[in-house]
């Protein structure tokens, strides 16, 4: 690893670009983080608005709820980092708009939280984007078992997470394990940009 | 053949598999996977045909919910 202070590292993430997919408990977790960072720029994509439920691990607030996600995250990141270029998409991510939306990408991070969506990006992302790294959240359910957490790379592929456990009624997903899985990815992005 | 699966060896007393047949000797019962042969992904509709050779790295995913 190269050692460098903040000032350098800024300089070289103002002129990055990264893409995040869903802007859920994944999502808006790891903007901020790279928000925080000086990251030049973040497309943001998600459909859905901010519901009472979303708060015990999104990053957004009570009197957000009912709000466009979308809209919100580019705000919270605007109160934090007024620097970052947010690109915010207030639309449904699918596989003929994911390579539109991500295509300029350095990194992208997927961040949905349904199975189904997980395997289209990939399977979109490798064939369509074969060149950009994507960052993928896979299994962070529940709580406890920090030392099940972990990242590895399959070529351009990254995974991180404990690739075990599924979120369900009596394992639901919280702000800790979301938010050390998102900030796991924001760290790999960091990774890879800062090689 | 021997073949890498998941980072472990793995020997199995045939010239080649199916990834069909892998699945189902290794018992993944999964619904959603995503599968890399040597690095190259491999879509569920292909699962019956593609095959699985001699010293080839097999990577398999679970995708979980959650995020």
């Not at chain 1, 903040?6 to 802007?23: P, S, V």
């Not at chain 1, 060149?131 to 896979?138: A, F």
């Not at chain 1, 599924?166 to 899985?181: D, M, Q, T, Y």
Request: proline content about 2%; glycine content about 6%; overall charge neutral.
């Amino acid at each position: 690893m190269k050692l460098m202070n903040f000032h350098q590292i800024k300089e070289i993430l103002k002129n990055k670009i990264i893409g995040i997919a869903g802007c859920g408990g994944l999502g808006s977790n790891c903007a901020v983080a790279l928000a925080r960072v000086g990251i030049g720029k973040i497309i943001i994509a998600d459909f859905d608005t901010i519901e009472e439920s979303n708060l015990n691990r999104q990053y957004y607030f009570f009197d957000q709820i009912g709000k466009k996600k979308v809209q919100c995250l580019k705000e919270n990141i605007h109160m934090i980092n007024p620097n970052v270029k947010v690109e915010a998409h207030n639309i449904m991510l699918d596989s003929n708009n994911i390579v539109d939306i991500y295509r300029n990408c350095d990194v992208i991070v997927e961040a949905f939280d349904k199975a189904k969506m997980k395997q289209m990006i990939i399977e979109i992302v490798s064939e369509e984007l074969q060149e950009t790294p994507l960052v993928v959240g896979l299994g962070m359910a529940g709580w406890g078992n920090n030392n099940t957490l972990h990242s590895k790379q399959l070529d351009n592929l990254f995974i991180c997470g404990d690739e075990v456990r599924e979120v369900s009624e009596e394992l639901p997903p919280l702000a800790p394990r979301v938010g050390i899985v998102a900030n796991m990815q924001a760290n790999i992005v960091l990774e890879i940009l800062l090689k | 053949m021997n073949i890498t699966l998941n980072n472990r060896p793995e020997n199995f007393k045939v010239d080649n598999l199916t990834i069909s047949e892998l699945l189902a000797i290794k018992n993944f019962t999964f619904r959603m996977l995503v599968i890399k042969v040597n690095g190259k992904l491999v879509k569920k509709k292909e699962y019956a045909n593609a095959k699985v050779l001699d010293g080839d790295v097999v990577q398999i995913l679970h995708m979980i919910s959650g995020g």
